[in-house]
């Protein structure tokens, strides 16, 4: 089942501007952005772990960079749709390159003090949420453009997230184990700036109007941010749908967190397997789920969405935890990872189906950027309460509590009943202007990145 937002062709491209390069550019300038915040997620946590010698710090600076992450893309909506994602997609990427950069320079000039540190991974993060949403909300014009149907084109762009997933952890693991941390803290930098220049230069000017010129024009004055804000809001009140998705994703979104920033390289740590074997298990995961993002992008229209959500939940979260409990040999990780990836491969699809058929375009930004903003809320913390858990109790029993928890969320929120409207499409709106009156499903960030991922994201620099 598909559908698109009230208003907008699902199919069609943009009458007299069909472009395949719009499509192109958007997907190459997440390809290599992600690809570098994925080397960072190896490279940076490392670097904290062997530098310190503290899980605990190493969970501070996952928390500084993704507090300022979250808070900083749920306010700056308004402003990517006033003043178009192109903008700010280049803008961004440039200001990320620069503090990603100035981490192993001031290294090498001796004067990297870890609050200072804190300080520049505070202002990566800052700087990257608003630039990681601004390509988001690009998508869906890009693929009118191209004349791509939506839903192949979300299919697109999580395939692009997940090769991101797949090379970004291999090749930060190899510049870890073979140059240190901080080679790929540079590589992360390069990438961002490159996304920087193919945003500005290769897409079309037109790509990512400013919402105010695709809105329908009322005759009435344009509407201020805290205006702008409270819209989206209202978006996130309305169905009971979202509001579960919401706490079921920001639960497992701080449970990635925790997982991708300190308990898989405390446990590669202590295992012996060392940096190489996070980018082994990351980038194993992520091919995996380059062919679950495939079929989902060739066959979403004939999928159940509600029963592919929960299928790769199940494959993708809670095994990972358990598998490296028990420390068993790394060949068997590896096929719980391989396994896992194909499931979670299928996730972010189809949530980004579901929001970007529901929401209107000229809304996309100030809703996207809340609801995945609320549904990343807790990811900022995981790092942190993980490093704590481990420094108090060790990784044993923090891995297998994650674990746990992870399986219990994932199949008790499944037995609501909301769940049932992910598959029966939007809302039926009448024709009082009530069209817009509809929320944004938020974005899972798993990749253990794994996130999110979320590898999960955390996605680190």
């Not at 996070?278 to 979403?300: E, F, K, P």
């Not at 935890?321 to 299928?346: N, S, Y």
């Not at 709106?429 to 991922?453: L, N």
């Amino acid at each position: 089942m598909t559908g698109h937002a009230p208003g907008i062709p699902a199919t069609g491209p943009l009458p007299g501007t069909r472009s395949p390069r719009a499509l192109a550019g958007v997907l190459a300038a997440m390809a290599v952005s992600l690809t570098g915040t994925r080397i960072s997620a190896v490279a940076l946590p490392w670097f904290v772990l062997v530098t310190t010698g503290s899980a605990t710090r190493t969970g501070l600076v996952a928390f500084c960079e993704m507090a300022p992450y979250v808070l900083v893309k749920a306010l700056t909506g308004p402003l990517v749709d006033r003043t178009g994602p192109r903008t700010v997609s280049w803008t961004t990427d440039l200001a990320s390159a620069s503090a990603a950069l100035a981490v192993p320079v001031c290294h090498a000039a001796d004067v990297l003090s870890f609050p200072l540190l804190l300080a520049l991974v505070a202002v990566i993060g800052a700087v990257r949420g608003p630039g990681d949403l601004a390509k988001e909300v690009m998508v869906p014009e890009a693929a009118e453009r191209a004349g791509t149907p939506l839903v192949r084109a979300t299919g697109l762009s999580g395939v692009t997230e997940r090769l991101a997933s797949t090379l970004g952890p291999a090749a930060g693991g190899g510049l870890v184990a073979l140059l240190g941390p901080l080679a790929g803290l540079v590589v992360n930098a390069a990438c961002f700036a490159l996304g920087s220049v193919i945003v500005a230069l290769a897409l079309p000017r037109g790509t990512g109007r400013p919402a105010q010129e695709a809105a329908p024009r009322t005759g009435s004055p344009e509407p201020g941010y805290w205006k702008r804000f409270g819209e989206g809001l209202a978006f996130l009140r309305r169905e009971p749908l979202l509001l579960t998705v919401i706490v079921t994703i920001g639960i497992t979104n701080l449970l990635d967190a925790a997982f991708a920033t300190v308990l898989l390289p405390v446990w590669a740590k202590t295992s012996g397997n060392g940096p190489a074997a996070l980018g082994l298990l990351g980038s194993t995961m992520g091919a995996t789920a380059v062919a679950g993002s495939l079929i989902a992008a060739m066959a979403a229209h004939r999928l159940r969405r509600r029963l592919v959500f929960f299928a790769g939940f199940l494959l993708g979260g809670a095994p990972r935890f358990l598998i490296l409990a028990w420390d068993l040999p790394l060949g068997a990780a590896l096929a719980v990872f391989a396994v896992g990836g194909f499931g979670v491969g299928f996730v972010n699809p189809v949530l980004g189906a579901v929001l970007f058929e529901r929401v209107p375009r000229h809304m996309l930004g100030r809703v996207r950027a809340l609801g995945d903003s609320l549904a990343w809320a807790g990811i900022p913390l995981g790092g942190l309460l993980a490093g704590a858990a481990v420094a108090a109790t060790g990784l044993f029993p923090v891995l297998l509590a994650g674990g746990i928890v992870y399986c219990l969320t994932t199949s008790l929120a499944g037995l609501r009943p909301e769940w049932r409207e992910m598959d029966e499409g939007p809302p039926a709106r009448g024709g009082s202007g009530e069209e817009d009156d509809v929320p944004a499903v938020p974005r899972q960030a798993t990749e253990p990145e794994t996130a999110p991922t979320a590898p999960p994201r955390p996605r680190t620099g």
